[in-house]
């Protein structure tokens, strides 16, 4: 009788399993209908500027990843900050949209043959509408200007 009973039990949790699995594979694909729908910004009124960590836009956008690094990671964050000096960085990109600064990333040789993507940030309202690709097709193409990590 007991067999039985452990039976029925583990049937019942194995086809609540399943709809809890069916339930999360509902979720994502509802979350992939979203990013698929999000509004892309048009490249065109997307405006990339080339400078350097002196750029007030930019250190401004530094410190809000700082603060979104430390919110996400906490204590471990503060291990971390020391590598992430942005002082006399001369390749920073930075990204507009209608005049206003949403994005930023940079890099520096890491080796002969290569660089380091540093600092990349979008700010959250206009994540998923392609800003950090094209900040990092940005980086790319002015290592690939300057022969770095070639």
């Known amino acids: 009788m007991r067999q039985g009973t452990r039976n029925k039990v583990q049937g019942t949790r194995h086809k609540a399993q399943g709809t809890r699995c069916k339930n999360q594979e509902t979720r994502t694909k509802k979350r992939i209908q979203k990013i698929k729908v999000a509004k892309i910004i048009n490249p065109v ?3 990339m500027r080339r400078t350097s960590s002196e750029d007030r ?3 401004e956008l530094v410190r809000l990843l700082d603060k979104d690094l430390l919110d ?8 971390y900050s020391r590598f992430n000096s942005i002082k006399n960085l001369p390749t ?3 990204a507009y949209y209608k005049g206003q600064p949403v994005g930023c990333g940079c890099f520096k040789q890491f080796d002969e043959g290569s660089v380091e993507i540093k600092r990349m ?3 959250p309202v206009q994540r998923g509408k392609g800003i950090g690709a094209t900040i990092l ?3 790319e193409k002015w290592a690939a ?4 990590g070639t």
């Open 45 to 47: 009124s997307l405006k």
């Open 57 to 59: 836009d930019f250190q």
């Open 72 to 79: 996400r990671y906490g204590a471990l964050q503060d291990y």
């Open 92 to 94: 920073v990109v930075m």
């Open 121 to 123: 940030y979008v700010s």
């Open 137 to 139: 097709a940005e980086l």
């Open 145 to 148: 200007e300057l022969k770095v």
